[in-house]
């Protein structure tokens, strides 16, 4: 793998390799002495334009346990407040010898771009991108929905049939889009569930279905229930007329909650907007995911620093 900035030209078997390294990667973890040797000597670059906690984190604890050296970034109080570009603040960082580039920024595109212009030479991973894509993000909840459906080994499996209802800020969220691609390449059913304003215009190829009803969706019984965060940051009042009606409409609340069947999964990639998108019940239950997601994103970068790092870099 020379780069990994987006899901939606993953094959299935590239994916479920993936998954399955993050397996033996969790293996690590679960190990007493949790580091490998595997990418001693290289430099990870953490680079990131946009705030983040699990992300940034779990790139830096996968590195680490793979014992690469990791540099961080962040766009907070460097020189891009000087008016550094992108190229010279990404070149600045090469110079100091990356291998990897881990890249979050706010403008859909710039992975690609550092990837594709020959500014540097070193392998780039799409931490999240404007309203485009969260490649790891969707793999990671890929590697969870598998592993809660198939608790008596997942390895090697893909997720035909299972039924994934995404629901909230669908316009915003480049964890949508990254999974919507990756979990219909595993053979999963996708539906959309969001207002219309938080809706694209153009859905034309995206492989999901629609709905506008969240009562009806639950009451279908679908496998996962994702919820998606608001994102205020991104929108304005005709986006997002008010809290509590939003909440009553489109909100994961303890009523809807209580009728979804037992054995449903609960996630959200957070950080979570408690009491607006998701009740505190139903991200504390034992049907959430959420901490389990943030567990597994170690394993699955573990896996995608491995493949883009050990060996010769393959053109894919
Ligand atoms: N899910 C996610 O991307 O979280 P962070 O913004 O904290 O990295």
Excluded: C
């Excluded at 939606?8 to 993050?22: E, G, H, Q, V």
């Excluded at 920024?105 to 540097?120: D, F, Q, Y």
């Excluded at 304005?236 to 409409?249: I, L, V």
């Amino acid at each position: 793998m020379r780069h990994l900035l987006s899901t939606k030209d993953m094959s299935r078997d590239d994916a479920i390799t993936l998954l399955d390294i993050a397996e033996d990667m969790a293996d690590v973890a679960d190990r007493e002495v949790k580091k490998l040797p595997t990418l001693r000597g290289k430099t990870v670059v953490n680079l990131f334009f946009e705030d983040s906690t699990r992300t940034r984190i779990s790139f830096e604890a996968a590195a680490k346990r793979l014992s690469a050296d990791v540099i961080n970034f962040s766009a907070k109080g460097s020189s891009v407040s000087k008016g550094e570009s992108l190229k010279d603040t990404a070149q600045t960082l090469a110079a100091m010898g990356a291998d990897a580039v881990v890249i979050r920024h706010p403008a859909s595109g710039a992975p690609h771009v550092l990837a594709e212009s020959g500014w540097i030479d070193a392998g780039i991973i799409n931490a999240g991108d404007g309203m485009h894509e969260h490649p790891t993000q969707a793999l990671l909840d890929a590697f969870t929905i598998r592993r809660r459906l198939h608790q008596g080994g997942a390895r090697g499996k893909g997720l035909d049939g299972v039924t994934v209802t995404i629901v909230g800020d669908i316009l915003h969220s480049r964890v949508a889009r990254s999974n919507v691609w990756l979990l219909t390449t595993l053979g999963a059913h996708v539906t959309f569930v969001a207002p219309p304003t938080l809706l694209p215009m153009d859905l034309t190829g995206w492989p999901a279905e629609v709905g506008f009803d969240l009562d009806a969706a639950i009451d279908s019984g679908p496998d996962v229930v994702m919820m998606l965060r608001i994102q205020l940051e991104r929108m304005n009042a005709a986006f997002f007329p008010n809290s509590r009606e939003y909440s009553r409409r489109w909100g994961l609340d303890d009523e809807r909650f209580a009728r979804l069947a037992p054995t449903s999964i609960v996630m959200h990639p957070g950080p979570m907007n408690r009491g607006l998108e998701i009740s505190s019940a139903a991200a504390d239950s034992a049907g959430s995911t959420v901490r389990e997601q943030v567990a597994n994103g170690v394993s699955v970068r573990m896996a995608a620093l491995y493949l883009l790092l050990s060996g010769d870099r393959e053109d894919s």
